[in-house]
């Protein structure tokens, strides 16, 4: 996803606006109509009758008729992928949308003339009903451009993406391997030795987000005050979001041209933050220390970097089962929990090999093999159920 900052004029502001109330008003009508199915009523309509629908509603509202019929078409494509997806176990099941909340909408069948570039460092984007819309040219937009998104986030800034999938990064051909260990301190560590640090909000800025914070929880709702706050609060946020989005870009490019394998470990972060918070009937155990964990996880932006990987170097990731990585001396193979010292280091018992612990991680990952030789006889238990001997090379 290639995002540039929109600069729409304020007549063309208020036009993006309604496309996006629109397209709330669109999906709001899907959730309803999901909300309102029983089992036993036989299938949820698809997109193509609820296109049929849709017309139906545009031919007895005029109001929703002055509206771009490809806006709320995609409000009702873009609804039914969430569904998929929340039957796919991916995300939660899709909710109602507010206004000043993740606003946006979509455009499809994009022609290679709507988008046209001005000058140096803008260029312009055909928007139905809004004409041109101009955006900062930051870097070249790709070919192939078939839809774009077009949001609004909370602090008011205008962003369009392009969806295109990043082409693929040819590698060195050498059969380099890499391991790559996601850590909470250092955001990645590789075998190489390499520490990555995904950028995060520097002390400054995070003491003024924690003091806009606290300003827009003590404000009146509905003041001045309050909106000033959280404003700002939107604002860092967004600007930490970036930093990490251009960092996962950055890494998994570098990566992706460095090695031709990436060895990563086989982690449903997803799956992990969900259980950190546990249910109503089994509430996570843990959950504060967890949920610190998966603040850190979060901030690393780790599900971003391998998504781009697999975007960058199709069919040259590889998931890692993630046991014992974090005690297994990268040097002998012996794997015991007194060689982990601290949070930071590792000292093998046996062989006295000392390492950064995360970068001896990223060496087993590299590995990669050292967990499956353990495969065929491994209950489904904790880490430290003494692997010692199903760890020797088979
Ligand atoms: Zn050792």
């Given at each position: 996803m290639c995002r540039y900052r929109l600069e729409p004029t304020p007549e063309q502001e208020s036009i993006l606006l309604r496309h996006c109330s629109d397209a709330r008003y669109v999906w709001n009508l899907c959730v309803e109509q999901e909300n309102e199915h029983r089992p036993g009523r036989g299938r949820m309509p698809g997109f193509a009758e609820r296109c049929r629908q849709l017309t139906e509603a545009r031919a007895e509202n005029p109001w929703l008729a002055e509206g771009s019929v490809i806006v709320q078409q995609q409000a009702v494509r873009d609804h039914l992928q969430a569904m998929a997806s929340f039957f796919a176990g991916n995300c939660r099941r899709p909710g109602w949308r507010k206004a000043g909340r993740n606003e946006g909408f979509r455009i499809v069948a994009?022609?290679?003339?709507d988008v046209r570039r001005l000058n140096r460092n803008h260029a312009a984007v055909r928007v139905p009903k809004a004409g041109w819309v101009r955006f900062r040219w930051s870097r070249p937009v790709p070919d192939g451009v078939k839809s774009f998104r077009v949001t609004r986030d909370r602090a008011g800034r205008w962003h369009v993406a392009f969806a295109v999938i990043p082409a693929p990064v040819p590698g060195p051909g050498t059969g380099a391997i890499v391991g790559v260990d996601r850590g909470v301190a250092v955001s990645a560590a590789l075998s190489t030795g390499e520490l990555l640090h995904c950028p995060s909000l520097s002390p400054r800025e995070a003491r003024r987000l924690r003091s806009a914070e606290r300003r827009s929880a003590k404000a009146?709702?509905?003041s001045g005050r309050r909106r000033a706050a959280r404003a700002a609060v939107a604002r860092l946020k967004a600007r930490e979001a970036d930093r990490r989005r251009d960092w996962a870009e950055k890494t998994s490019t570098g990566l992706a041209r460095r090695f031709d394998v990436i060895r990563v470990e086989d982690l449903e972060i997803k799956t992990m933050m969900r259980s950190a918070r546990g249910t109503k009937d089994a509430p996570g155990t843990n959950v504060a220390a967890k949920t610190g964990l998966n603040r850190g996880i979060g901030k690393a932006g780790w599900g971003l970097l391998v998504r781009r990987l697999e975007d960058k170097a199709p069919g040259r990731v590889e998931k890692v089962p993630p046991a014992y990585t974090s005690q297994?001396?990268?040097?002998?193979g012996h794997t015991t929990?007194?060689?982990?010292?601290?949070?930071?280091a590792f000292r093998c018992v046996a062989c006295g090999f000392a390492c950064n612990a995360d970068v001896n991680a990223a060496r087993n990952i590299a590995a990669g093999h050292a967990v499956k030789a353990r495969?065929?006889?491994?209950?489904?238990?904790?880490?430290?159920?003494?692997p010692q001997l199903a760890l020797a090379p088979a």
């Open positions: 994009v022609k290679p003339g009146r709702r509905g297994r001396c990268s040097a002998c929990k007194e060689s982990r010292e601290s949070q930071a495969e065929g006889d491994r209950v489904a238990g904790p880490a430290n159920r003494e």
